[in-house]
């Protein structure tokens, strides 16, 4: 009989792990959706780094008021509106993506409601960092001290959820340039700019290293099973329209003017 995420080995929820490399991040989260809508499994995906440097903005976010358009444009740097809540960011080869996939009674004692999903994502990964550095949950960041490391999104349906990070092992400050300061920002972060506010996980601990630990951390409360991406079967459903996309040069010019 084909093991699903309600199996329960010993009384651990299976968790299905999938490692990728350079994965497109719109491929990426094309898939994240897919198994959030159609799976009823629980599933972990690592992503280690994409492609060329694109944004990721969250699913109500105002391109005007987040992007320098402008240089978007010059640069040809594509924008994606992705299909979670949370902030903009730019990810790239530096970027490593951790995505979590769960039903909702897959974590004993935590509610399918956002704070006690971020809660319990600070407790996971506090394991994961134990002994290296001074990480905390800084509202809904990951930080060491006071400087972020990590961003994190989240989408809740009637029966599952989604929390997925971002985690800067290393950025280009030329692509931090493309970023507005929110209006909307953490308490916390007062009114540093984007190279004040945050920093490489590369100082921590080996990016190799992180994967490893993140995994031993998820294998801590989760019956792993690795599976590789050619495995995942999901059910075919012809209507299924994914929520994430590319946004067009046209509606990119369209913000460049409400933004002049």
Partial sequence: MAMTGKVKEAGVPLMKLVKLRGMPILQQLHLEEKLLRTSSDNWCLINDGTSSPTIVMG???????????KSVLRDHIPII????????VVV???TIFVTLI????AVPNVQPFPRPIMSWSGVLYSAVFD????FHLRENDYVFGDRKFGGNAQSITKHRWIHHTSFLWDYDIK??????????????RLTRGHTEFVCCMKEYLPRSEFIERTTA?????FSVKSINLESINI????????????????EIQEACTIQT
Avoid: W
């Fill in 175 to 188: 692509n931090m340039s493309y970023l507005k300061l929110p209006a909307k920002a953490p308490q916390y």
């Fill in 131 to 134: 002994g290296h550095a001074d």
């Fill in 81 to 88: 509106r992705r299909f979670t809540g949370g902030g903009t």
């Fill in 217 to 221: 951390a998820i294998g801590a409360q």
């Fill in 235 to 250: 059910p075919s459903i012809s209507e299924y329209v994914h929520t994430t996309r590319l946004l067009s040069e046209q």
């Fill in 102 to 105: 769960c039903n909702k009674d």
């Fill in 59 to 69: 699913l109500s976010g105002k391109l005007s008021e987040l992007v320098e358009v």
């Fill in 92 to 94: 790239d080869h530096d």
